[in-house]
């Protein structure tokens, strides 16, 4: 059946970030009356009527309810603010006669139109959940949709009474500007209060109606407190956030677009910004889209001790950031994805509130400055940007720094790097804190980094050197040495730091680091061969080898492993104190037969660490293999392990 569309219409949602002159004061709803009587005491009664349209051919019993509900809701909002109104229609109708009454609401100096779910989707799909149209003929019409599967709907009736606001203000003669920002000043408020926690009520920015069954139901009140002491604990619901959890609505609204910065109400980012005169951190909590390209950030700062904020203005598709003032910028914190980067940026692995991210970083290196740039490649956040300035003044030289660093944001919440890590061990960065406070040099500094890189607990991506390189090494890097060896710092962020080394050749690559065999540790290789599978096992025949075993080691696959043999049979005590990532470990007796299996045994990073197998007393080889090998060959009790090298 072909379904009728409702007609587009026109948003009267446009947010303006400055506060009207009504800011200024400390008006009350008796004020709002008073006001309202000296504007209209020679004018008529308002005409209105209430329309419930769904897709069904006819209207049910509980959708007659919703209707004497919004219709309720209609009315007790008008009274709330005293404005004289005559019911001129109550209606259910189906979609398919829709087009048939929608010709005569222009009879009505307001019409109200409450959709159901499904045909209330075609406003959601615009980005909304409530409209308050005018058109060119200057035709007004409220639209909502009742996408809350209760009869009583609460996200409904606020959303109602924000449209029903929006036309209060402009029916007693308020100008457009005002009518337009000042509500959506208190619902900023409101969202600010409730903090998503919609089950919180904010009585200062609430009234409440009592609908047909008696419940007290909270609306919005655009000046001052409402008089309700006892609102229900449910959720009062904006136009701007997503339904509860028993909506049928399940999608984000609006949804992110191609080629836009992808920032939905409720998203926020955090940032630790350090310059030579300024100390701050700043966040950006987006909140109500005014349409699918533009939304309202609210900016707060705290700027040597004290907070500040103001609500700004983001054009998604441009990525222009406009304050109250009028003057505009770029919004250099979030791009629009998918990104479109230059060839200088190169995709790396970097480390963000312990998830493993896919950045694409550049650097630009000379003798006066330099610039490191990274950006989460799925979202197009900002990372880090860290500036080194060299200035030379009549011979005095020093280095002006600045660093805008994200330390929080909720758009980051996996890891989706799957292809290497970092490994680097704990006592290099013990000398790192040594080297920061000047207990080691820098050459002896220098070459323990050449030591991870050589070693290959750490890769460095195919780096670009600079056109003039220094051996200098800038004063940031030793900070971050600082904060690294503290914890302050992640292995993969300060991986960014050796690169800024590598890069100015300070440190320099050998060709192993592009050798894709297993890691050179020096040990005896061999191969054993456990149930079906053939494995390289490297084997740790002395006991120096045997107390470091796979300490420090980068991760197996499933074609290898490491073999502990002993002279007899004995009690064989492991523990993954160091271990960088977790194992299967598996005990087995002089024949090779496996005695005990301890599955995915987890790295220890600090004392005290378990100790697996100090019961067994007749184990002579101990095998350890990448986690997951045990369940995915199938290895039991019953397996036998076969030595295919002597040992």
Same mark, same amino acid.
């Given at each position: 059946?072909k379904?009728?569309?409702?007609?587009v219409?026109?948003s009267?949602?446009?947010?303006?970030?400055?506060?009207?002159?009504?800011?200024?004061?400390?008006?009350t !709803?008796q004020?709002?009356?008073?006001?309202?009587?000296?504007?209209?005491?020679?004018?008529?009664?308002l005409?209105?009527?209430?329309?419930?349209?769904?897709?069904?051919?006819?209207?049910?019993?509980?959708?007659?309810?919703?209707?004497?509900?919004?219709?309720?809701?209609?009315?007790?909002?008008?009274?709330?603010?005293g404005?004289s109104?005559?019911?001129?229609?109550?209606?259910?109708?189906?979609?398919?006669?829709?087009q048939?009454?929608?010709?005569?609401?222009?009879?009505?100096t307001? %019409?109200?139109?409450?959709?159901?779910?499904t045909?209330?989707q075609?406003?959601?799909?615009?980005?909304?959940?409530?409209?308050?149209?005018?058109?060119?003929?200057?035709?007004q019409?409220?639209? =909502?949709?009742?996408?809350?599967?209760?009869?009583e709907?609460?996200?409904g009736?606020?959303?109602?009474s924000?449209e029903?606001?929006?036309?209060?203000?402009?029916?007693?003669?308020e100008p457009d500007?005002?009518?337009v920002?000042? !509500?959506?000043y208190? *619902?900023a408020?409101e969202?600010?209060?409730?903090r998503?926690?919609?089950?919180? $009520?904010?009585?200062?920015y609430?009234?409440? !109606?009592?609908?047909p069954?008696?419940?007290?139901i909270?609306?919005?009140v655009?000046?001052?407190?409402g008089p309700?002491?006892?609102?229900?604990q449910n959720?009062?619901?904006?136009?701007v956030?997503?339904?509860?959890?028993?909506s049928?609505?399940q999608? /984000?609204? %609006?949804?992110?677009?191609?080629?836009?910065?992808?920032?939905l109400?409720g998203?926020?980012?955090?940032?630790?910004?350090?310059?030579?005169?300024?100390?701050?951190?700043?966040r950006?909590?987006?909140?109500?889209?005014?349409?699918?390209?533009?939304?309202?950030?609210k900016?707060?700062a705290?700027?040597?001790?004290? +907070?500040?904020?103001e609500?700004?203005t983001?054009?998604l598709?441009?990525a222009?950031?406009t304050?109250?003032?009028?003057?505009? &910028?770029?919004?250099?914190?979030?791009?629009?994805?998918?990104?479109?980067?230059?060839? @200088?940026?190169h995709q790396?692995?970097?480390?963000?509130?312990?998830?493993?991210?896919?950045v694409?970083?550049?650097?630009?290196?000379?003798?006066?400055?330099?610039?490191? =740039?990274?950006?989460?490649?799925?979202?197009g956040?900002?990372?880090?940007l860290?500036?080194?300035? $060299?200035?030379?003044?009549?011979?005095a030289?020093?280095?002006?720094?600045? &660093?805008?660093k994200?330390?929080?944001?909720?758009?980051?919440?996996?890891?989706?790097?799957?292809?290497? *890590? !970092?490994?680097?061990?704990?006592?290099?960065?013990?000398?790192? #804190?040594?080297?920061?406070?000047g207990s080691?040099?820098?050459?002896?500094?220098?070459?323990e980094?050449?030591?991870l890189?050589?070693n290959r607990?750490i890769t460095? +991506?195919q780096t670009?050197?600079a056109?003039n390189?220094?051996?200098?090494?800038?004063s940031?890097?030793?900070?971050?040495?600082?904060?690294?060896?503290s914890?302050s710092?992640?292995?993969?962020?300060?991986?960014?730091?050796?690169?800024?080394?590598v890069?100015?050749?300070?440190?320099?690559?050998?060709s192993s680091?592009?050798d894709?065999?297993?890691?050179?540790?020096?040990?005896p290789k061999? *191969? =054993? #061969?456990?149930?079906?599978?053939?494995?390289?096992v490297e084997? @740790?025949d002395?006991?120096?080898?045997?107390?470091?075993?796979? /300490?420090?080691?980068?991760?197996?696959?499933?074609? *290898?492993g490491?073999?502990?043999?002993?002279? /007899?049979?004995?009690?064989?005590?492991?523990?993954? #104190?160091?271990? /960088?990532?977790?194992?299967?470990?598996?005990?087995?007796d002089? &024949?090779?037969?496996?005695?005990?299996?301890? #599955?995915?045994a987890?790295?220890c990073?600090?004392d005290?660490?378990?100790?697996?197998g100090q019961?067994?007393?007749?184990?002579?080889?101990v095998?350890?293999?990448a986690s997951?090998?045990?369940?995915?060959?199938?290895?039991?009790q019953?397996?036998?392990m076969?030595?295919?090298? +002597?040992?």
């Open positions: 059946m379904k009728t569309v409702l007609p219409v026109i009267f949602l446009l947010i303006i970030s400055t506060i009207p002159s009504f800011a200024q004061t400390n008006s !709803v004020d709002f009356k008073t006001l309202q009587q000296q504007r209209n005491q020679d004018s008529s009664n005409s209105y009527a209430v329309f419930y349209i769904t897709e069904n051919d006819k209207c049910s019993d509980s959708e007659y309810k919703s209707l004497k509900f919004y219709q309720v809701v209609t009315d007790e909002y008008l009274s709330l603010y404005i109104h005559d019911l001129q229609g109550s209606l259910c109708i189906p979609l398919k006669n829709y048939s009454y929608f010709s005569g609401l222009s009879t009505f307001l %019409p109200v139109v409450i959709s159901d779910n045909v209330g075609q406003l959601v799909q615009q980005g909304f959940y409530g409209m308050y149209k005018i058109t060119g003929t200057g035709m019409a409220i639209y =909502v949709c009742s996408c809350d599967t209760k009869i709907s609460w996200a009736a606020w959303i109602l924000h029903l606001s929006h036309f209060s203000l402009r029916y007693i003669g500007t005002i009518a920002s000042w !509500v959506h208190i *619902q408020l969202n600010d209060c409730q998503g926690n919609f089950a919180k $009520v904010c009585p200062q609430s009234a409440s !109606v009592t609908s069954s008696g419940n007290q909270p609306v919005m655009v000046y001052g407190q309700s002491t006892n609102l229900p959720a009062p619901q904006s136009e956030v997503t339904l509860p959890e028993n049928i609505v999608t /984000q609204n %609006p949804a992110c677009q191609t080629n836009q910065i992808c920032a109400p998203d926020y980012l955090k940032y630790q910004i350090t310059t030579p005169d300024l100390n701050q951190t700043i950006f909590d987006f909140e109500n889209p005014t349409d699918n390209k533009n939304i309202t950030i900016t707060s705290v700027q040597n001790g004290l +907070p500040v904020s609500y700004d983001l054009d598709s441009k222009l950031f304050r109250p003032s009028g003057n505009a &910028s770029n919004f250099m914190y979030m791009l629009p994805t998918p990104l479109r980067l230059n060839s @200088a940026y790396q692995a970097v480390q963000f509130n312990n998830y493993t991210r896919d694409m970083s550049a650097q630009n290196n000379n003798q006066t400055n330099s610039i490191l =740039v990274q950006i989460d490649k799925d979202t956040i900002l990372i880090q860290a500036i080194s300035h $060299v200035v030379n003044v009549n011979g030289v020093s280095v002006s720094q600045q &660093s805008y994200l330390i929080d944001t909720n758009k980051i919440a996996y890891s989706n790097y799957a292809t290497g *890590q !970092v490994f680097i061990p704990s006592w290099i960065k013990i000398d790192a #804190k040594f080297w920061s406070d080691i040099t820098d050459a002896q500094f220098i070459q980094m050449q030591y890189i050589d607990m460095i +991506p670009i050197h056109d390189p220094s051996s200098q090494i800038p940031w890097i030793k900070d971050d040495a600082k904060y690294w060896s914890g710092v992640s292995d993969n962020e300060f991986a960014g730091a050796i690169q800024y080394l890069s100015n050749d300070v440190i320099s690559i050998s680091q592009n894709t065999s297993p890691n050179l540790t020096g040990l061999g *191969q =054993v #061969k456990i149930g079906n599978v053939l494995l390289d084997i @740790a002395t006991l120096q080898r045997q107390n470091k075993g796979l /300490q420090y080691h980068t991760p197996l696959s499933y074609s *290898q490491m073999l502990f043999p002993f002279a /007899q049979p004995q009690v064989i005590s492991i523990w993954m #104190k160091d271990m /960088q990532f977790p194992i299967d470990i598996i005990w087995l002089s &024949s090779g037969n496996v005695l005990y299996i301890e #599955k995915n987890p790295p990073i600090s005290p660490c378990t100790i697996y019961s067994l007393m007749h184990a002579q080889y095998l350890e293999v997951g090998f045990v369940d995915k060959f199938g290895i039991t019953n397996s036998h076969q030595l295919l090298t +002597p040992v």
